[in-house]
């Protein structure tokens, strides 16, 4: 069964940091390209960053690149995100998951997810 447990989320102050993880079970792990999502309040899910399966191909949105670090540790089958230079605006809810079709997020387990709020 497939389980994302998603951790590191707290209130931050602008320009903060924070490092969340994620740890996951239920698949094979090393051989998924995986991906962060986060749903801000008010709005739909939003897919944030991706990385291959070794970690040697990373993607990220336009509003978080080069501030945003996408990794991971095969071994622990855990992903992590390290957030850097954070704004109003990343405030939302952070969760984990198989990089996969917007056409398919709504059908798809996520788990509980991770808030971040960046707030003065």
């Known amino acids: 069964q497939v389980q994302f447990v998603e951790s590191g989320g707290g209130l931050v102050q602008p320009g903060g940091s924070l490092r969340l993880s994620c740890a996951a079970s239920g698949f094979n792990f090393g051989m998924r390209t995986m991906s962060w999502y986060r749903r801000a309040p008010g709005n739909g899910r939003e897919l944030v960053a991706t990385?291959?399966?070794?970690?040697?191909?990373?993607n990220y949105i336009d509003s978080v690149k080069g501030r945003f670090t996408i990794s991971r540790d095969n071994a622990k089958n855990t992903m992590y995100l390290q957030m850097n230079s954070l704004k109003f605006e990343d405030t939302a809810v952070y969760y984990c998951?198989?990089?996969?079709?917007?056409?398919?997020?709504?059908?798809?387990?996520w788990g509980q997810g991770t808030q971040v709020t960046v707030s003065s």
């Open positions: 998951n198989k990089d996969l079709p917007s056409n398919t997020w709504a059908s798809n387990y």
């Open positions: 990385i291959s399966p070794f970690g040697k191909n990373t």
